[in-house]
């Protein structure tokens, strides 16, 4: 049995609803070969839909994903990954870096990564990023575009009337409704634009097995954040896999997933809003921590 998929926005692309991170999955603890045997078992498993970003572990997620990818299971997967660029001769560069990286002619889904800077917004026009990505998606280089972040949801509001985008990726977790939310703030948004979702940090950040900021400290278990999740309006959830352990229990939960009834899911929202408020278990939105080097130095504070 394979797990569910649903559509992609208005793309007319269906995706699995989890997608397999590229950061986790390019960790050099995990090495090249279990990396790519668990690519390929996730192919098997039905995560047909794979993330990836041009700075990920200095471009070394691109390059695994296009070796576990060759030899005909590029055509399997519907493939995104990320320009970090802000002017358009540094989004070019990195276009053709991703493509090279990961042996292909074409990117499924390009995002703007990172859009977690207050000025991130106006740089991407005033500095010809978007002009140079939907140059790209005219010559057939990328079929959708779309942007991500993880930071204040005025960041993304402010990102919407730009371009009508095919998708925005943000985080959706059980803490995230008390605290700079997306979900109360942002998908209503992109519902009204017909944006796809792309659900991250279900776990505040780390995979099922570490368990994440959410789950370490005790606020939720690893099935109830992922299936909160997933039972809000997301086309898809990222997930961070680096062994096959964590990969088959995402799989079970993916399998066995129905919404979560409004009773369930109030009753849970009460038990975790008491730590929730102040984003202690969300650090992405109030810190650097879970920011890439690059785009620190982007804006000009040390790696």
């Given amino acids: 049995m394979s797990i569910p998929t649903r559509p992609l926005g208005n793309t007319g692309a269906h995706v699995s609803v989890l997608c397999l991170g590229g950061w986790h999955i390019g960790q050099p603890a995990v090495g090249e070969a279990e990396s790519i045997r668990i690519m390929h078992a996730a192919i098997d498993h039905g995560v047909t839909f794979f993330d990836n970003a041009w700075d990920y572990h200095d471009g070394g997620s691109e390059e695994l994903m296009g070796k576990a990818l060759a030899g005909g299971k590029r055509h399997q997967v519907f493939l995104m990954t990320k320009n970090c660029g802000r002017d358009a001769d540094t989004t070019r560069q990195h ?5 090279r990286r990961l042996r292909t002619d074409v990117i499924d889904l390009w995002q703007f990564h990172e859009i977690n800077y207050d000025n991130d917004p106006e740089w991407l026009v005033e500095r010809g990023a978007l002009a140079a990505a939907l140059d790209a998606q005219k010559a057939g280089k990328v079929r959708f575009l779309g942007f991500t972040g993880h930071k204040h949801p005025d960041i993304f509001l402010r990102m919407l009337p730009l371009h009508p985008w095919d998708t925005c990726q943000l985080p959706v977790n059980v803490c ?22 792309i659900g991250m940090k279900s776990l505040g950040g780390g995979n099922l097995e570490v368990g994440g900021r959410i789950v370490a400290g005790g606020v939720a278990t690893a099935d109830e954040c992922i299936r909160y999740a997933l039972s809000q309006d997301v086309a898809s959830l990222v997930v961070g896999v680096d062994s096959m352990k964590v990969l088959e229990q995402d799989v079970a939960i993916a399998r ?14 009460a038990r975790v809003r008491p730590v929730a408020g102040d984003g202690r278990f969300e650090w992405s939105k109030s810190t650097q921590n879970f920011d890439g080097p690059y785009h620190r130095r982007q804006h000009g504070f040390d790696a």
């Fill in 95 to 99: 276009l053709d870096d991703s493509l």
């Fill in 176 to 197: 995230d409704p008390f605290y700079r939310s997306s979900i109360r703030h942002v998908l209503p948004e992109l519902r009204k634009r017909n944006v796809a979702a």
């Fill in 256 to 269: 066995d997933f129905k919404p979560m009834e409004k009773a369930e899911a109030d009753a849970l929202l």
